[in-house]
């Protein structure tokens, strides 16, 4: 953990100095290329020793794959053996290593680098092996229309700012971060002229950057106080469960989940500072003409801890997964999307039997959540007092429902979480089954949901 830190805080120096002295101006893209692979091998060597192998042997794999397989079968190949791959080392450092359950290992970077990968091969297969008008908007967007180099391969798995740490970009967006139009292309889409502008706005990432480093700070402070001040433990603590009266233990729940997110929020921040100090994460101008570099952003606070339904929380929380998820999964799904999301979530996390307890119960709450929304969210539009009555209960009922699926993640093993789930009587668990029992909702066919991303391609997050 300390090698993660201390290889973090080198790499936001080394973005900076990336972003200075070798911008596109200042330097070719092949330099960037190998600067930005060199140094990215280097922090997994220093942060994993000889573990680190396990990066470098699924990407020479896959590179092979990427060459040798047919267009038809790219990405089927590239996602059968990077998630193997992923598994068989889940598998193994659990079980034969005897890792520690806390313990920050090489298997945080093989999780990015299989997205990435799996990414890659779709996006390729897309852009090569399928035509135009089966594609989304956003699929047509993100096409690869020609298979990369080995060094545009290498630079987009391990480049430094995102080795350690991710998150999960999209290979079209990285390569023109190097090449220099990444941020030229956002600005494009904004009409300069009409805001009085006789040329285009040169943004900078500092501000966002010493913004997000705030964040990261705070939610140190906030891990080192209050994170092992409350440990999730404790909600299965005999004498807790014996004293403390059924609401009392709810209440209990939301904190030490709350006193869990921390650690998230400084990883997953502190990630994206990283990324933008090289001059990376534009996403554009919003409304009010304030330059946006959140185009990488795992998650937004202020939305999490506000959210009034399930489906919003799990918009703004690791959001980059969600959308990797989404488009390799939930967009090509032939049936059950949702399930089939939700389990391969799962099998990405790990194989300890908490993170299996934790996607299941999400695909009911989320069935059911959805089904009560489209049900009955109508009623109470009608007028404002209604309307915020509304929000607060789904507010509070999403956080607890929150909590509810995420106990086991964060415990892990099977006798804690059935011992957790008793103890609360399974109430979310049975509330979920009645209510779809009493509002059925149809499931959506894959023409369906292709019909609407491609209406509203920006919309629709994974579910």
Known sequence: QINFVACQLFALLAAF???????????????????????????????????SIHLFVLV?????????????????YSFVVAMGYLTLCHISRIYIFHYGILTTDFSGPLMIITQKITTL??????????????????????????????????????NF?????????????????????HVHMKLLEVNWKQKGYDRLPDPSPTGAVMYKLCITLVSLVLFLTLTKNFPMAYIIDNEFLDKTPFLSRLGYLYVVTQAAKPKYYFA????????????????????????????????????IETATSFKMYIE??????????????YDRAPWYPTAL???LSALWHGIYPGYYFTFLTGILITLAARAIRNNCRHYFLSSVPLKIAYDVV?????????????????????????KFYKSVYFHMHILSILVLLLLPIRPQTYSVRSAQNQAVPNSIKSK
């Open 17 to 51: 100095w990336f972003r200075i002295y070798l911008s596109p101006s200042h330097a070719s893209s092949a330099v960037r290329h190998a600067f930005a692979t060199l140094f990215g091998i280097y922090f997994a060597v220093f942060c994993f020793g000889w573990y």
């Open 60 to 76: 020479m794999i896959n590179y092979g794959i990427m060459n040798m397989a047919s267009i038809p079968n790219i990405h089927r």
């Open 121 to 158: 091969a779709c996006q390729l297969h897309d852009g090569i092996g399928r035509q135009a008008e089966e594609l989304t908007a956003e699929q047509n967007r993100l096409a690869v229309k020609s298979r990369p180099s080995l060094l545009e391969y290498l630079s987009y798995l391990l």
């Open 161 to 181: 700012m995102s080795i350690i740490a991710g998150p999960c970009s999209n290979y079209k967006d990285y390569i023109a971060f190097i090449e220099g139009r």
């Open 268 to 303: 997953w921040t502190l990630a994206d500072a990283v990324n933008n100090a090289a001059g990376y994460g534009f996403s554009g101008v919003d409304e009010r003409g304030t330059f946006r570099w959140d185009l990488l952003s795992n998650l937004n606070i202020w939305n």
């Open 316 to 329: 703004n929380w690791n959001i980059q997964t969600a959308a990797w998820l989404k488009r390799v999964c």
């Open 341 to 343: 999301t939700f389990i």
């Open 394 to 418: 789904t507010w509070a009922v999403t956080q607890l429902a929150v909590c509810y699926t995420v106990a086991p993640f964060v415990m892990l093993a099977v006798e804690p979480t059935i």
